[in-house]
């Protein structure tokens, strides 16, 4: 009798140790009333080993009437591309790289291709836009793909089951245009900072150490980051901070109140870093009378 309970009592313990090995992110359990929404953190890039999800997440997807994302990145590619132009184009190249003054541009164009952008290829982006394509170009570095990214793997799951729906928080127009809102120079200055920091290699470092702490769901790891991002007073930071999350995680955490209220088992996926420090999404709602708890 002894062997049986034994080797039930290892497959449990398993099963278990399996469950707990594969948490990535953070998962909030929100309730209302009689309805409960789950609210994940996600990475938009990642690898093929972060599939299938973890069983807890994978279960609320299976059971529920509708996913909300901030955007649904493949909902309408051509209105993409148009909101593109609109946004992080310049209307001409000499209002871009190539119109700036010569040694600066000289500057910006030899620590582009030391990160293997070619300037003529870029010349009529913003500065901005140069700024997101090197995040991507790092995380590349890194092993991590955007057509991989959790967001987009939860929206593939949706689609497929042909039971959730899939709603956006956020449009593509609002969220890309919250980027041109930044004065010129200060896109110009953000990007010089953020080669820079390539070429020190901290770039790289703090994406390492964000994707980390989404693989093996740290909690500690994704406070430090928090208060990193509270501390940096440089161009970029104060924006990412002050618009790029303080400004939309109060609306982000109105329409996640609503939709708890009037829907049961619904999955809300929202970027890893609206979910932590005192500003983060789970702080919003606590105090928008809403129930939180921490899954992990």
Known sequence: MRRPIIVVFFSLFLMAFQALAAERGALFKVSSGAN??????TVHAGRPDFYPLEPRIGAA????PTLALELDSNADPA?????IMKHAMFPTAAEGLPGLPEARRQRLETSLRKQGIEPAAVGQMKPWLLVVTLAMVDAAKLGYDPKLGVD????SLAKSSGKTRVIELESMDYQIGLFNRMPVDDQWTMLEDTLADMESGRHTREARELFAA??????AALERVAKRLEEDNT?????T?????VERNGPMADKIVSLVARENNAVVAVGL????GKNGVPELLRKRGVKVERVY
Request: proline share 0%; aromatic share 8%; no cysteine.
């Open 214 to 219: 989404y693989e093996s769901a740290d909690q």
């Open 61 to 64: 997807m299976g059971a529920a």
């Open 273 to 276: 870093l609206h979910l932590v």
């Open 36 to 41: 409960v929404l789950h609210l994940y953190g």
């Open 79 to 83: 209105a993409m591309g148009a909101i």
């Open 152 to 155: 987009a793997h939860l929206a």
């Open 241 to 245: 901070r002050e618009v790029l999350m």
């Open 235 to 239: 161009v970029g930071g104060k924006f």
